[in-house]
């Protein structure tokens, strides 16, 4: 099977067109054309409005077409291996990354065990918008801990820069418990939060049908570990052993890393971002990345500049139509975050604006840059003296000044006017600055018609538990760190691409 890329249709022109324009485009006879069928669809608004496809083709003699640039061998993942073993793998978070390797390991046949310090969806959605209607935090249950991790209240963007095929079986299991099937052929699928939820919980009860044990409201507090290699957890509510605890506890579970610190597990600091949201009109976005053209989907964009110190500056979690939303983790710190619902069809398009830290920036301790992060959502609350995040029109942090916002942000809890300016420090001032000037180049108004609300400090995480090529820690034997926690990956597909590939691992090993 093959893939053919860049098959273009005009705005008026119906899907019945695309075999002729693929037999034209391969030069081949309809009688050589087994079957084709749309992979990926994506929208070409640079000139005028084209759909870009890529086609999943059937041909009777596949290897005359191999070299052409636009075609590339379609290589479909394998199923999962069923095995018979009675080892009951621990998984510790139940995110992207700790769901997808628990699917992955009911695949194979095994009942894994899995713990999450946060409450179930249902319960979980309950408190979060307790959150975000009377800003009461819940440290344990709220928008980066409970069931289905950080993402569940997102835009639940599927996007990746991975190529890999086990994206596929991701994009199939999503589909098979619930998201809408348009997700598969999507060049930027998502899912939306009030979608993704129910996803969740369908995933849950199937594995529960299957054997698998969830364990919420229940926190792994520490690790039963001999000899270098871990036997066990002990949470809050009992000990449970197991030869095979994959550790998929996202960034921001400081205790649980500060457990795996005192046994000795190898962790080291790595780089981070921080920064804040950009909030502007949908319109404005619209109009420029669509240009004058009028679409029904609300436009993205990805920005990104190197600053004249050489650090990456870039937007990042672009939500169309979405909200700016509250993220604390913590009591009295404030952190933002972006959400949007499956019909992207907020006025207001955001996204986080994010500025490279460098180890440099750093002192050697391997708390360093978690206490750089805690250190500014800790100085944004103790600025506005609640859970407001700081806000300022963009114009005015550029050129100076501290005038109203031009427009109310969607930041469900209210936002606190701040010079900015006088919350990040002089290089990332200068950093920012030069990027948003850049980014206005590209899309006109940006400087003008945005506001900032910050900070936003949880991307990425500020420590890697090393492992191994095949996903265990290189200190202690059974312990399989995955996911963004990790330092491994960034994002729902990625995440989740680690938890199916390390359950993959944990399956060879065991048949
Ligand atoms: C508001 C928001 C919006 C986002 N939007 C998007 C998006 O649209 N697209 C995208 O690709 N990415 C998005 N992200 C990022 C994405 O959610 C993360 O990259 C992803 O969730 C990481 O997955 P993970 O499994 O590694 O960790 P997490 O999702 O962080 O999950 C870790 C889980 O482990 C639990 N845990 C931690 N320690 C313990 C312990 N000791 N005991 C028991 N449980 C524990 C936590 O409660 C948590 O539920 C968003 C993040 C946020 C916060």
């Given at each position: ?117 946060g ?8 408190t979060v918008?307790k959150f975000f209607?009377e800003a009461i935090l819940d440290p344990s249950c709220n928008v980066q801990f409970g069931?289905?991790?950080a993402?569940?209240f ?97 960034h921001s579970a400081i ?22 949201r ?46 700016v939303i509250p993220s604390s983790a913590k009591e009295k710190t404030i952190c933002t975050n972006?959400m ?33 992060i805690e250190?500014l959502e800790k100085r944004a609350y103790a600025?506005s003296?609640s859970y407001r995040a700081l ?20 930041y469900f809890l209210g ?38 609300i910050a900070p936003e400090t949880r ?53």
């Open positions: 099977m093959l893939l053919i890329d860049e098959i273009k249709l005009k705005e008026h022109e119906s899907e019945d067109k695309l075999k002729t324009k693929l037999l034209k485009k391969l030069h081949l006879k309809e009688k050589d054309l087994i079957s084709y069928k749309v992979d990926k669809c994506a929208i070409d608004a640079r000139d005028e409005i084209l759909y870009v496809y890529r086609l999943k083709i059937e041909v009777i003699d596949e290897d005359r077409f191999y070299g052409l640039p636009y075609v590339r061998r379609y290589e479909r993942y394998k199923d999962i291996k069923k095995i018979k073993s009675t080892i009951r793998p621990i998984i510790i978070g139940d995110g992207p990354s700790g769901l997808f390797a628990a699917v992955t390991l009911v695949d194979a046949g095994l009942k894994p065990i899995i713990f999450e310090k409450q179930d969806v249902d319960g979980r959605q309950i918008r209607k069931e289905g991790g993402g569940t997102s835009d639940a963007k599927l996007t990746t820069r991975i190529k890999d095929p086990y994206i596929e079986y991701i994009i199939d299991k999503f589909i098979a418990y619930g998201a809408d099937p348009k997700i598969a052929i999507a060049s930027h699928p998502h899912i939306g939060t009030d979608k993704i939820i129910d996803v969740i919980r369908n995933m849950r009860e199937d594995l529960i049908s299957k054997g698998a044990q969830f364990h919420f409201s229940e926190e792994v507090k520490d690790f039963i570990v001999k000899q270098d290699a871990i036997k066990g957890v002990i949470t809050d509510k009992d000990t449970y052993y197991s030869d095979i605890v994959i550790l998929a506890i996202g205790d649980t890393f500060k457990a795996l610190i005192k046994h000795g597990i190898y962790l080291e600091a790595k780089e981070f971002a921080v920064g804040f950009v909030e502007h009109p949908q319109t404005l976005i619209d109009h420029n990345q669509y240009h004058g053209h009028k679409l029904k989907e609300p436009a993205e964009y990805f920005l990104r500049h190197r600053s004249q110190d050489e650090r990456g500056v870039y937007s990042f979690c672009m939500c169309p139509g979405g909200f972006g949007s619902y499956s019909k992207r069809d907020n006025h207001l398009a955001n996204s986080a604006i994010l500025c490279q830290i460098k180890m440099s920036d750093l002192d050697d301790d391997l708390m360093s840059g978690y206490h750089y250190d600025i003296g806000a300022q029109n963009i114009k005015d942090y550029i050129y100076g000044g501290s005038h109203d916002l031009i427009f109310e942000p969607s936002t606190t006017l701040y010079e900015l300016d006088h919350f990040f420090d002089e290089k990332l001032n200068k950093a920012f600055k030069e990027a948003l000037l850049a980014f206005d180049k590209k899309i006109e108004g940006f400087i003008d018609k945005g506001i900032m991307s990425s995480s500020p420590f890697r538990v090393k492992r191994d090529a095949r996903h265990q820690s290189i200190s202690h034997l059974g312990l399989y760190p995955i996911g963004e926690g990790a330092g491994y990956a960034g994002g729902i597909m990625s995440s989740s691409l680690d938890g199916v590939k390390c359950a993959l691992d944990i399956i060879e090993d065991l048949s």
